[in-house]
């Protein structure tokens, strides 16, 4: 299984693929369901298939006085990601820049332009973006 660097060129066997995006922290019932939805996508139309996650939990970012805390390590989520079917794990490194794009330039610039993403699925209560704004109507406005 791969494991990308969203700040580094894709590549091009990866390009079109279904991407799970949340912070999937761990992999819980919600997670394994979200991920499973875009794995069973991408196999049904040939293409990869990506988990992508957030490292660190962007927590750390927005609150640094509380407590660190991490369910899994990217080593184990790695490893649990290949056991569900997916092709490649994804990790979002969560800093400045990352945390001051909008939800409109995370979509189109990384999740379209660099990834070339085919669809997305995600849970319904996962937001992104500059604060906060990017969530599942913004995802499918984009299509």
């Given amino acids: 299984m791969r494991w990308l660097d969203h700040r580094d060129p894709v590549p091009e066997a ?6 799970a995006l949340g912070n999937f922290d761990g992999f819980h019932q919600g997670h394994q369901a979200v991920a499973g939805e ?9 293409r990869p298939s990506i988990i992508a996650t957030f490292d660190p939990h962007p927590v750390r970012f927005f609150r640094p006085d509380v407590p660190p805390f991490r369910l ?22 969560f800093d400045a820049e990352l945390a001051g794009t909008s939800a409109e330039d995370f979509i189109q610039t990384i999740l379209v332009d660099r990834f070339g993403a085919h669809g997305v699925v995600t849970g319904g209560d996962f937001t ?4 906060a704004k990017g969530n599942v109507d913004l995802l499918r406005s984009f299509g």
């Fill in 14 to 19: 990866l390009r079109g693929a279904v991407i």
């Fill in 38 to 46: 875009a794995i069973g996508w991408a196999k049904a139309e040939g």
């Fill in 72 to 93: 899994t390590t990217l080593e184990q989520r790695q490893e649990l990601y290949l056991a569900a079917g997916a092709t490649a794990m994804l990790v979002f490194h």
């Fill in 128 to 131: 992104f973006g500059k604060g």
